[in-house]
């Protein structure tokens, strides 16, 4: 079973922390991670823009980052249950993303959580254009449009 664990920066908790919390576990378990270890942080534009400066080198906040803590997943060995690593996720580039593409919050919420668990699984994509990673976190949100976060 998956230990979440999930934080704040700089933000005051919503209601959704818990759903939040069983969407990633039914994510999980759809990527076949269902045994990680992994951290979430909901932050706001310059806390994120600070660790993409720090990490990637870029002076401007994103929507999520995710830092790898098992450098290879897949070769662990069977008994082990993986500290997979962490996600972070600005709220307010968020909301910008969701107001962008016509989406609502909890949809937008949901394509980054998986887009970060790819991410933790080795996944990566183009700066710009289609990818199997985009394609495979497509699929994957759309077979758990069911699961509801309630933001």
């Known amino acids: 079973m998956s230990e979440i664990d999930i934080r704040l920066e700089g933000l005051p908790a919503p ?9 990633i576990a039914s994510a ?13 942080l909901f932050c ?4 994120i823009r600070e ?11 994103t ?10 997943l ?5 008994a082990q249950s993986p ?17 962008r593409e016509g989406q609502p919050l909890e949809t937008e919420l949901k394509r980054l959580l998986i887009h970060g668990m790819l991410h933790l699984q080795g996944l990566d994509h183009a700066e710009a254009g289609d990818s199997e990673m985009l394609r495979v976190q497509e699929r994957l949100l759309e077979r758990l449009r069911e699961k509801r976060i309630e933001l």
């Not at 209601?15 to 969407?23: A, H, K, P, V």
């Not at 660790?51 to 906040?61: F, Q, S, V």
């Open 15 to 23: 209601s959704w922390l818990e759903g939040c919390r069983e969407f």
């Open 28 to 40: 999980l378990l759809e990527l076949g991670a269902g045994d990680w270890e992994l951290s979430v």
């Open 44 to 47: 706001d534009d310059p806390f």
């Open 51 to 61: 660790l993409n400066r720090r990490y990637r080198g870029l002076e401007e906040p």
């Open 63 to 72: 929507d999520v980052l995710s830092f790898s803590q098992e450098p290879d």
């Open 74 to 78: 897949a070769h662990r060995a069977p």
């Open 83 to 99: 500290l997979a690593g962490d996600i972070v996720i600005s709220l307010d580039t968020l909301a910008r993303n969701a107001r």
